[in-house]
């Protein structure tokens, strides 16, 4: 963290005249003081800020989420050898010291959300000193609180209690800060979503990609689900539901395709991606792919013009768990799902799941323009029924749920009462958001990890052909699998160095 905060904003970003994309490109080396004179160089600064968000999503997110969880595990090819950063995660088994883990991932995942939070903190510091236009004004100061509030959530539900900045680092000796309590952390995210609500635009008014009404409205929902704040979630969520979005007609096409189909009706915040060269692109498709994959078995999938082979270790790969959490007849387990068979796997079985609801066709070999959804239209009405239920509202809670099932082709919930309709939304929360890095969240909020991945972990070390090691001795789960099953991440090691907290 420190080694990000204290680098004060010393970049200036430039955005291109592409309308649906944030692009930033760097110019010149500037100081803070010389950069921020005008309303194009708070927008432009506030750019900047998104950009993180892109490797979060690409290259952490679902390592620390998803694939931290039952829904996902990774392909053990023996050939490749050991990928432990990756299969600690999965496998629950993060080695830790005096509190803190030399994990590559979890690394990076702090530095990442403390570079949006030394950028935000640097926008909000400054932009009350210069006069411009004031609805811009607004809607910059609100993608900037908006932005810190998310990467603090990403924080605290990583780590719990975590150095609390808000305010631009000079030094190093203003960089170590104490942690801050979790309480303290989510009363600062409360504060800033509150905030920026009414500086933010509508969806419709608001340049595409950029944080929205709806989006914080429903950051901050989450901030109080997550907390068991059931009637504040239902108050602030309300007004999303007439805001105009919808529900896309298929699941399929609520993801956002390569090129087309970014930013749909039931999009409420997705990051954005851009196939090309200049550096916005993302590979998250190819990352969780099965392997060793060759050319052939990859070019149905994304239909690019030189396929090339793969080797190494596939990740992020659909379990049996979450493919058997399907019921018969939805129609998103096909939509989630796909399955290739590997020539080259040394399993008997050469078939693999893959996560067919991120595959989208592209032209250039691991180089894709396709968008993450980090917020549908659909975890909103799943958020509504959830606050509502547990607040004994269970019949208005059932239509909400019902919205939901609906689209993926299944009948109405038979659950009845509170207690059976909460597992109801819980495990239509499992296949609605399957793969979308919500999964660990959720069992961690609702304070299940005994009930739910010590199990898992029980069964992933018992039959591992089920879990896609392949019959060759010695390629069973490590010693140390399962055995490090907590709440929170330990601290970066390399971040401990640096302060005298943790």
Known sequence: MKKYILAILVTALALTGCEDFLTVVPETQLSSATFFKNQTDFEQAVNAAYVPLRSIIND????????????????????????DNQED????????????????????????????IARTNQILSLI??????????????????????????????????????????????????????????????????????????????????????????????????????????????????????????????????????????????????LEGAAGLNGNFIYQFM????????????????????????GNNIPTPDIIAAYEEGDLREAASIGYVTLAGSFRDDKTYPYIKKHAKLHSQHNNTGTNWAVYRYAEVLLF???????QGKTGEAITFLNQVRQRAGLAATAAAGQTEVGEAIFKERRVELAFENKRWFDIVRTDRIQEIIVPYGQRVIA???????????????????????????????SESDLSPYF
């Open 60 to 83: 952490r997110a679902w390592l620390l989420s998803e694939m931290h969880s039952d829904n996902t595990y990774y392909a053990r090819n023996v050939l490749f050898g050991a990928t």
């Open 89 to 116: 995660l999965a496998d629950f088994s993060v080695p830790e010291s005096n509190g803190t883990t030399a994990n590559t991932h979890v690394l990076n995942q702090w530095r990442q959300d403390y570079l949006i």
């Open 128 to 273: 009350d000193d210069v006069d411009f236009d004031a609805a811009a004004k607004a809607n910059v100061r609100g993608q900037a609180l908006f932005l810190r509030a998310y990467a603090y959530f990403e924080l605290v539900r990583y780590f719990g209690s975590v150095p609390l900045h808000l305010t631009p680092v000079a030094t190093r000796e203003e960089a170590a800060l104490p942690l801050a309590t979790e309480a303290e952390i989510y009363t600062q995210i409360e504060k800033d979503l509150v905030e920026s609500v009414p500086l933010l635009l509508k969806k419709a008014t608001q340049v595409p990609g950029r944080a929205t009404e709806g989006s914080a409205r429903t950051l901050l929902a989450n901030v109080y689900i997550h907390q068991k704040k059931w009637a504040e979630a239902e108050q602030i969520l309300t007004p999303v539901l007439s805001q105009g979005y919808q529900l896309m007609g298929s699941y399929e096409m609520a993801f956002p395709g390569n090129t087309a189909n970014k930013n749909n009706a039931e999009s409420v915040f997705e990051v954005q991606f």
């Open 290 to 313: 099965p392997r060793p994959i060759s050319a052939a078995e990859l070019l149905p999938i994304m239909g690019t013009s030189n396929p090339q082979n793969i080797d190494g270790e």
């Open 384 to 390: 509504m029924a959830e606050a509502l239920n547990e």
């Open 463 to 493: 039959n591992p052909l089920d879990y896609y090691y392949p019959p060759i001795a010695g390629a069973v789960p490590r010693s140390n699998a399962f055995t490090n099953i907590k709440k929170f991440y330990a601290y970066p090691a």
